[in-house]
């Protein structure tokens, strides 16, 4: 993939995570508000943060996509993640080797629409530059935000089902309609 590249919508700019990127990271993944529906355990050190970058970075290289660094255009924020990956080092709801569609989001940044633009885009690029047959993406059941955002973006909800630990997920997906 190229680590150059750039996206950008009205507010947002897309770029591939960087290591330097840790302490915001670790800002937003040591928020117990942002952990909320991911099993509520927060990051505790930045090195958690680091790591996740390092995946995402080798996500890159082995499946040419990954989740992006998102960033206000107006301050240069560092506001959280978005974007598409491949899933294929884990099962989710009996599927693996598949597209999905993720972001996280500091919780300041929340409820101002920047999830929204981000998943209008995300989900556009994937369809029509990407060429996907088809986006997934899951989220927590009580999660009313997450859902309703998937929801007037497009994504169809499929079905609610239970991780191994109990807790409901909804899964929702995305066909491409242009092919």
């Known amino acids: 993939m ?5 996206f950008e919508t009205e507010r947002l700019l897309f770029r591939p995570l960087e290591l330097s990127d840790g302490k915001a990271m670790f800002a937003m993944d040591a928020n117990p508000l942002v952990h909320q529906y991911l099993w509520n355990k927060p990051a505790k050190d930045i090195l958690e943060s680091i790591q996740v970058i390092e995946y995402v970075l080798r996500q890159y290289q082995e499946n040419n996509i990954g989740r992006f660094a998102t960033i206000l ?6 506001i959280g993640w978005t974007g598409i ?19 996280r989001l500091n919780a300041p940044f929340w409820n101002k629409g920047y999830a929204t633009e981000a998943t209008h885009f995300w989900l556009d690029y994937g369809m029509n530059q990407m060429n996907i047959d088809e986006i997934n993406a899951y989220t927590h059941a009580q999660n009313r935000a997450s859902n309703r955002v998937l929801s007037k973006c497009g994504m169809q909800f499929r079905e609610d089902y239970p991780d191994p630990e109990g807790v409901l997920w909804k899964w929702w997906q995305l066909k491409n309609t242009n092919k």
Do not use: P, R
Request: aromatic share 20%.
């Open 2 to 6: 190229n680590l150059n590249l750039k």
């Open 73 to 78: 255009k107006d301050t240069g924020e560092f």
């Open 85 to 103: 990956k491949f899933v294929n080092d884990h099962v989710e709801n009996g599927n693996t080797n598949f597209f999905d569609y993720g972001y």
